[in-house]
């Protein structure tokens, strides 16, 4: 079975400032990783996946997540904050990559952007 | 675009209370799934479906079933409502070719009195 764990349920940083939030998965085959946004009274929306080809990959909103499989770690970056930013973030894992059993999403973190 | 709709954005119920959650996708997707979204707790899948009149528990499905009698549509229903699903329950589709890559609607935040 496969798990994710996200660090902070809350992220604040600075318009401008670095956005790094963590996520770690537990799997026990080669794991497909996403990340998902929900932004204020919207349903989720896919950002960046990673499927086993690149392990840097770019997502939509200037976002990108860095595959590494010493630190069973897919960590979600964006250079620089913007308040269009402030939304809560999931982390996924799919051990599948087939069949219809859905994926297993982390807590969420809520990254807020101070002006 | 990928259109999931969901038939309510709020509802009120009352404990003991048949309730019908209503979902609804336009492009033609197998699988669909309910969610429910709590603080805290991230996503639970409640219950998943890969194809007409099919139907998959998933992590939660006590006191809850579902009916997919039409592709395009899968129901979420409580047969009972208890104060203990008041929630955000989250609908998603996506295509048996690019599979995790979920399409969502918008939520039904219910509150169960």
């Known amino acids: 079975a496969q798990s994710v764990t996200q660090l902070g349920s809350h992220v604040s940083v600075s318009e401008g400032a670095l956005v790094l939030l963590r996520c770690n998965y537990s799997?026990?085959?080669?794991?497909?990783l996403f990340w998902y946004v929900q932004y204020p009274n919207q349903g989720l929306q896919l950002l960046l996946k990673?499927?086993?080809?690149?392990?840097l990959v770019k997502g939509i909103n200037g976002f990108e997540a860095e595959f590494k499989k010493s630190e069973t770690s897919f960590h979600l970056t964006k250079p620089s904050a913007h308040m269009s930013d402030a939304a809560e973030y999931f982390c996924?894992?799919?051990?599948?990559?087939?069949?219809?059993?859905?994926?297993?999403f982390g807590k969420g973190t809520h990254l807020i952007i101070q002006p | 675009d990928v259109k999931v709709t969901q038939s309510s954005r709020y509802l009120v119920k009352r404990t003991g209370e048949k309730v019908f959650l209503e979902c609804v996708q336009d492009?033609?997707?197998?699988?669909m799934f309910w969610y429910r979204q709590d603080p805290g707790l991230g996503l639970r899948l409640i219950y998943f479906?890969?194809?007409?009149?099919?139907?998959e528990k998933g992590d939660i499905p006590e006191g809850y079933s579902v009916s997919r009698e039409k592709k395009e549509r899968f129901s979420l229903i409580l047969e009972s409502a208890s104060t203990n699903q008041t929630s955000m329950y989250l609908c998603?589709?996506?295509?048996?070719?690019?599979?995790?890559?979920?399409?969502f609607g918008a939520g039904t935040r219910l509150s169960v009195l």
């Open positions: 996924a894992v799919s051990d599948s990559g087939g069949g219809a059993d859905g994926l297993t």
């Open positions: 799997s026990s085959v080669p794991p497909y």
């Open positions: 990673y499927t086993s080809a690149a392990t």
């Open positions: 492009m033609d997707h197998e699988n």
């Open positions: 479906s890969y194809d007409v009149k099919m139907k």
């Open positions: 998603a589709s996506e295509s048996a070719i690019a599979k995790n890559i979920q399409y």
